[in-house]
Nanobody, 127 residues
């Protein structure tokens, strides 16, 4: 069983920055591909970023590429999402997710690949 707890959300002005963190339980965290997704009001959940088990491979949606950065610290069982140059359209609940069923493989952008999800953290960007 894996538990994921996000933190770091909040209210920020457009152009500002936030750093989200996702703390995971479980001794095999370092084998999981991890990802961030987000869901805005009235919209479907969408992929934001993913990172391989080692942190050596990352992937981003076109909407955040160049502004967001995903990283992980396996010693701390934590994955991060650094968000810079935030825009009002980045407003959403942000979720982290873990793919425990395919250890050592990159999870990618398909939400169905991820079997564990956090409860989400709200990010609001004001204009």
């Amino acid at each position: 069983q894996v538990q994921l707890v996000e933190s770091g959300g909040g209210l920020v002005q457009a152009g500002g920055s936030l750093r989200l963190a996702c703390a995971a339980s479980g001794r095999t965290f370092s084998t999981y591909s991890m990802a961030w997704f987000r869901q805005a009001p009235g919209k479907e959940r969408e992929f934001v970023a993913t990172i391989s088990w080692s942190g050596g491979i990352t992937g981003y949606s076109n909407s955040v590429k160049g502004r967001f950065s995903i990283s992980r610290d396996n010693a701390k069982n934590t994955v991060y999402l650094q968000m810079n140059s935030l825009k009002p359209e980045d407003t959403a609940v942000y979720y982290c997710a873990a793919d425990s069923r395919n250890p050592g493989r990159l999870g990618g952008s398909d939400s169905s690949r991820y079997d564990y999800w956090g409860q989400g953290t709200q990010v609001t960007v004001s204009s």
